[in-house]
Antibody, heavy 118, light 107 residues
Framework: EVRLLQSGAEVKKPGESLNISCQTSGYTFNTWWIGWVRQMPGKGLEWMGVIFPGDSQTRYNPSFRGQVTISVDTSISTAYLQWTSLKASDTAMYYC???????????WGQGTLVTVSS | DIQMTQSPSTLAASVGDRVTITCRASQSIRSWLAWYQQKPGKAPKTLIYKASILENGVPSRFSASGSGTQFTLTISSLQPDDFATYYCQHYNGDPWTFGQGTKVEIK
């Protein structure tokens, strides 16, 4: 069974760094893309980008390029979303999701709530 | 970027009603469209992919059609479990974009 298990909720201050994770199981991690989706409070879904763990090829939504970094650790089948300097506007729920063979998202993590507040 | 526009934004319906949600793309996306259902506080759930193919385990009261720029999601007989927000999303080239969502509420 495919599972995507995300790290727990985070409360951070502006300017701090953060790494949230998405631990996968039930499939061959290296051979499937994995991505991240943002949902700001009360708002819709936004595709942030995807990474192919086999070669770390990464595709970003231009709106998020330079704002976050998507990475993987293939030894533990885990994907990461990283910020070096958080802003209040980064407050959102973040979902990891796995694109299927035809590239639609077929499996989703449970979400990680990130709150950035001074 | 390809813009996805859903209508209506909110829909009030009763159990047993037939419900149709429309999604329009700003340019052709062929059949590279998915539909997701999201309930409050929960992750999205995939319903439909490639415009009309039901994901495994999705009830047959859900159906979808369309290609190019016009797509529809239909629930043939609305059930209590179906009150949720529905999103379309294209995956015809980067960046993938979602519609703004359609909230299906109890009438």
């Amino acid at each position: 069974e495919v599972r995507l298990l995300q790290s727990g909720a985070e409360v951070k201050k502006p300017g701090e760094s953060l790494n949230i994770s998405c631990q996968t199981s039930g499939y061959t991690f290296n051979t499937w893309w994995i991505g991240w989706v943002r949902q700001m409070p009360g708002k819709g879904l936004e595709w942030m980008g995807v990474i192919f763990p086999g070669d770390s090829q990464t595709r970003y939504n231009p709106s998020f390029r330079g704002q976050v970094t998507i990475s993987v650790d293939t030894s533990i089948s885990t994907a990461y979303l990283q910020w070096t300097s958080l802003k209040a506007s980064d407050t959102a729920m973040y979902y990891c999701a796995r694109p299927s063979a035809d590239q639609h998202f077929d499996y989703w993590g449970q979400g990680t709530l990130v709150t950035v507040s001074s | 970027d390809i813009q996805m526009t859903q209508s209506p934004s909110t829909l009030a319906a009763s159990v047993g009603d037939r419900v149709t949600i429309t999604c329009r793309a700003s340019q052709s996306i062929r059949s590279w469209l998915a539909w997701y259902q999201q309930k409050p506080g929960k992750a999205p759930k995939t319903l439909i992919y490639k415009a009309s193919i039901l994901e495994n385990g999705v009830p047959s009261r859900f159906s979808a059609s369309g290609s190019g720029t016009q797509f529809t999601l239909t629930i043939s007989s609305l059930q209590p479990d179906d009150f949720a927000t529905y999103y379309c999303q294209h995956y015809n080239g980067d960046p993938w974009t979602f519609g703004q969502g359609t909230k299906v509420e109890i009438k």
